[in-house]
């Protein structure tokens, strides 16, 4: 599977949008990424994910550049409970659930 | 749709000893990942199951071992406990949607051991 490259910490203010980015230039043609999250303590929570094509939902957009080598996740108006470590995981298509994650960024939303 | 349950959620041992985790999965997902989670390593995968069979393993030693059973419930076994075995262990089901594998956590079981 493709590496992700996040940046270590982020600070956002609370009802802007944070965008947080990630590299993944050795991404393969079936390769998705996907966003996870998580807030101190408790279990990953699954925000996204994307294969070619920005997505949005619920939660929060995902745009993946054309060439698909970086994908920014955006949560449009941040609040305090979104303090929490984003992950940003690439996986092949099908298979095993072998998700790798990384360091993550810690996003901080301040008031 | 319940989700995903672990238990015991917190659990104390003595070095030595063994532990078994349980997790049952959301209804229909037929495949169980577990996690290791400390401050210093991070998330780190441990196996997964699917359909009672191990389907991939993490690089762990083999004091860490699991399993699956018809119902796609599974337990975790580790024996023989040492001090940096203290961690929150997670569990995760998913469902193949699309083509993506998406995970769904529990809570987790912390464990500590003296």
């Known amino acids: 599977d493709a590496k992700t490259t996040q940046p270590t910490s982020m600070d956002c203010a609370e009802g802007r949008a944070a965008n947080l980015p990630c590299n993944h230039s050795?991404?393969?043609?079936?390769?998705?990424v996907y966003w996870y999250r998580q807030i101190h303590s408790q279990g990953p929570q699954y925000i996204i994910h994307?294969?070619?094509n920005n997505e949005t939902n619920e939660m929060a957009s995902l745009i993946i550049t054309e060439d698909r080598k970086s994908s920014t996740l955006i949560l449009p108006h941040a609040t305090l409970r979104d303090t929490a470590v984003y992950y940003c995981?690439?996986?092949?298509?099908?298979?095993?659930?072998?998700?790798?994650f990384g360091a993550g960024t810690r996003l901080t939303v301040k008031p | 749709k319940a989700g995903v349950t672990q238990t015991p959620r917190y659990l104390i041992k003595t070095r030595g000893q063994q532990v078994t985790l349980s997790c049952s999965p959301i209804?229909?997902?037929?495949?169980v990942s577990w996690y290791q989670q400390t401050p210093g390593q991070g998330l780190q995968f441990l196996f997964e199951?699917?359909?009672?069979?191990?389907?991939n393993k993490g690089n762990f030693p083999g004091r860490f071992s699991g399993r699956q059973f018809s119902n796609s419930r599974s337990e975790m076994n580790v024996s023989t406990l040492e001090l940096g075995d203290s961690a929150l262990y997670l569990c995760?089901?998913?469902?193949?949607?699309?083509?993506?594998?998406?995970?769904?956590f529990g809570a987790g079981s912390r464990l500590t051991v003296l």
């Open positions: 994307g294969l070619k």
């Open positions: 995760a089901s998913s469902f193949n949607r699309a083509g993506a594998n998406v995970l769904t």
């Open positions: 209804s229909g997902h037929r495949s």
């Open positions: 995981i690439v996986r092949a298509a099908g298979g095993n659930n072998d998700m790798r």
């Open positions: 050795t991404i393969s043609g079936n390769e998705y």
């Open positions: 199951y699917f359909s009672e069979t191990q389907r």
